[in-house]
T-cell receptor, first 111, second 113 residues
C-alpha cells in the first residue's frame, strides 16, 4: 500500500449537498493526521487535524478509522467556496522528519 | 504580518541556467521547507531545515542546493536547470514542535525550456 492514497476526483456536487472523501494510509503507527485545502493555483493551507476522537469544525467533520487505516473528511451544506483540492497528510513512514502529502481530491461545487 | 513570502512569483529559464528562489517568514518559526508540486505527483519535499544552521535532504534533492541564511530566510538554488525541474515550488515554515502545521508561501512557477 502506498503511504497515502486519495481518490483524485473530481467530486462534482451541487450547493447544499453533503460530500465525503476518504484517504488511506499505510503506517499503522501514525497517531495524527491532517487535512489541508488547496485552492486552484494557490498554496496549501491547513484545514483541520484528525486525532483518534475525530474533529468537527462547523460544516467540516474529520474522522479516523484505525482498523481500516483511513481518514475521512465530510463536508455538509457545501458552498461554492468549498471548491478546492483537499490534501490528506500523514506523518512519514521513514527518514524525513516532516509530512507526506496525498495527491489530493478535487471538489467542485456547482450552483 | 506577511507570513511566508517567496520571490520571484514566475520565472522562465533556459536549460543550464542557474537561479535562486528566495523564501522568508516573519512568524519566528524554527523549521522551513522547500517542496515542488507537479501535476499528478502531489507535493514532494526537496530539502528542509529543522532549525537555523541545519539542512537535510528530502525526497527529491537531486539538482538542488539550499541555504538557511538566518532564522527568517531559506533559499533554494538550481545550479544548472533542466526541463524536469519545471514545476511549482513552495516554501513552508512551522514551529519545530508542530511540524504538521505548516504555513506555505504563495509559490514560484518555474518553467525550464
Amino acid at each position: 500500500r502506498k503511504e497515502v492514497e486519495q481518490d483524485p476526483g473530481p467530486f462534482n456536487v451541487p450547493e447544499g449537498a453533503t460530500v465525503a472523501f476518504n484517504c488511506t494510509y499505510s503506517n499503522s503507527a501514525s497517531q495524527s493526521f491532517f487535512w489541508y485545502r488547496q485552492d486552484c493555483r494557490k498554496e496549501p493551507k491547513l484545514l483541520m487535524s484528525v486525532y483518534s476522537s475525530g474533529n468537527e469544525d462547523g460544516r467540516f467533520t474529520a474522522q479516523l478509522n484505525r482498523a481500516s487505516q483511513y481518514i475521512s473528511l465530510l463536508i455538509r451544506d457545501s458552498k461554492l467556496s468549498d471548491s478546492a483540492t483537499y490534501l490528506c497528510v500523514v506523518p512519514p513512514n521513514s527518514g524525513y522528519s516532516t509530512l507526506t502529502f496525498g495527491k489530493g481530491t478535487m471538489l467542485l461545487v456547482s450552483p | 504580518n506577511a507570513g511566508v513570502t517567496q520571490t520571484p512569483k514566475f520565472q522562465v529559464l533556459k536549460t543550464g541556467q542557474s537561479m535562486t528562489l528566495q523564501c522568508a517568514q516573519d512568524m519566528n518559526h524554527n523549521s522551513m521547507y522547500w517542496y515542488r508540486q507537479d501535476p499528478g505527483m502531489g507535493l514532494r519535499l526537496i530539502y528542509y531545515s529543522a532549525s537555523e544552521g541545519t539542512t537535510d535532504k528530502g525526497e527529491v534533492p537531486n539538482g538542488y542546493n539550499v541555504s538557511r541564511l538566518n532564522k527568517r530566510e531559506f533559499s533554494l538554488r538550481l545550479e544548472s536547470a533542466a526541463p524536469s525541474q519545471t514545476s511549482v515550488y513552495f516554501c513552508a515554515s512551522s514551529e519545530i514542535d508542530t511540524p504538521d502545521e505548516q504555513y506555505f508561501g504563495p509559490g514560484t512557477r518555474l518553467t525550464v525550456t
